[in-house]
């Protein structure tokens, strides 16, 4: 085995991937316009049941962009999930908005509904909902806070294509949702994204802000500034292969995840990912390892002691409440949240990608045992 290498996230390309991206160069629809790119944005408002969809370049710009169509001002609050990447509060900070962190649930990792109440006040205009690692967050006391209280719910899926919560699509509860299409994600064309909604006039206003402010009358006539966040056909023509496939993607996910769960399920001092939450099955977008008790703090050794033994892992997300950036913004001072604090430091996750072998996984379970055991 010397010399094997499993990065964190292979990717897979499948021949109906390749066939169909060389059709569209074929067909010579290559920019961000024109039926390959509103093919895809329909058949994506299909699959989570929403009424529009608009591409854009990655997920980070669907979480800017959506956010930016809020007109959030100086005052405002967001609430956010403190364990999260850090796109869901950029757009938020840059507009003079306040981010109000909330902790996980130890358990399933996922923002701690029952933490969020306490933090709504009459300056909150958003709470921001992120699935995260593979299990849905609990929605419907979100649902029903937001409505109360008159507050938007943006839903980051970014991780969950093909999620569901009480039978119904991750993607489908947000006033405006959104995901990524990056290479490591369920669907993934390299880069890519889509915000989701059924609200037809934020959806014009998504369109508009998405493409520089053009409109119909009067083209490079502009009443605002927008950005150029058009997703392009090439890329449109690849995801909509995988969204074909989403199922295949998602069992072999599982497929992985109880695999692991198998081999690793009875070292000391770690907890593996929940295999269920509220009903559903985890699907593994990634296989985190969290190091408890003696093992706290260790992180890094292991880290390099598998990465020597030539398997990629990366650390968990770093807590936004503690990230330097909001030094920047006056926000430096946050009170302890001791699970994103923990998951932050502890936490990392081994290969997983949908382009690794059986006989990778049973390597990388091998390693893990060596190190960990
Ligand atoms: C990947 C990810 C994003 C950002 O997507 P990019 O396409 O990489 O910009 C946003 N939110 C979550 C939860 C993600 O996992």
New binding site residues.
């Given amino acids: 085995m010397a010399g094997k290498v499993v990065p964190v996230s292979n990717p897979f390309v499948s021949e109906s991937d390749i066939h169909s991206v060389a059709k569209a160069l074929r067909d010579g629809w290559i920019s961000g316009e024109g039926p390959i790119v509103e093919a895809f944005e329909n058949a994506f408002a299909d699959y989570c049941s929403r009424d529009f969809a608009v591409s854009v370049t990655?997920?980070?710009?669907?979480?800017e962009l959506a956010i930016h169509c809020l007109d959030l001002a100086e005052g405002d609050e967001v609430i956010v999930p403190s364990f999260?990447?850090i796109?869901?509060v950029s757009q938020v900070l840059r507009c003079g908005a306040t981010p109000i962190f909330v902790d996980s649930d130890p358990s399933t990792w996922n923002l701690d509904v029952d933490l969020v109440a306490q933090h709504v006040t009459s300056r909150t205009r958003a709470i921001i909902a992120?699935?995260?690692y593979g299990l849905p967050v609990n929605m419907d006391p979100l649902l029903a806070l937001c409505k109360d209280c008159g507050i938007a719910l943006i839903e980051?899926a970014?991780?969950a294509h093909g999620l569901t919560y009480q039978g119904r699509k991750c993607g489908s509860f947000g006033d405006v949702s959104?995901f990524?299409?990056?290479a490591n994600?369920n669907i993934s064309s390299g880069?890519?994204?889509m915000v989701v909604t059924d609200d037809a006039d934020l959806y014009k206003k998504l369109k508009y802000f998405r493409n520089l402010t053009f409109r119909a009358e009067e083209r490079f006539v502009h009443e605002d500034l927008g950005w150029n966040l058009r997703m392009s056909s090439l890329q449109c023509a690849l995801a909509h292969s995988q969204l074909n496939r989403i199922e295949e993607t998602l069992h072999r996910r599982r497929e992985i995840g109880d695999f692991y769960h198998e081999r690793l399920g009875g070292i000391e001092d770690i907890t593996l990912p929940a295999t269920h939450s509220l009903g559903v099955r985890n699907d593994y977008w990634v296989f985190g390892l969290v190091l408890t008790g003696d093992r706290e703090g260790t992180r890094a050794l292991v880290q390099k002691a598998l990465q020597e033994l030539g398997v990629g892992t990366r650390p968990f997300f770093y807590p936004l409440h503690r990230q330097p950036v909001l030094k920047i913004f006056k926000l430096a001072d946050q009170p302890t949240l001791p699970v994103a604090e923990h998951l932050g430091t502890n936490g990392f996750y081994i290969p997983n990608g949908l382009g690794m072998t059986n006989s990778d996984m049973e390597y990388v379970a091998d390693m893990c045992l060596q190190v960990l055991q």
């Avoid at 990655?58 to 979480?63: F, W």
Wanted: one cysteine or more.
């Fill in positions: 990655n997920g980070t710009a669907a979480l999260a990447i796109s869901c992120v699935h995260t980051d970014a991780e959104t990524s299409f990056y994600k880069e890519g994204g």
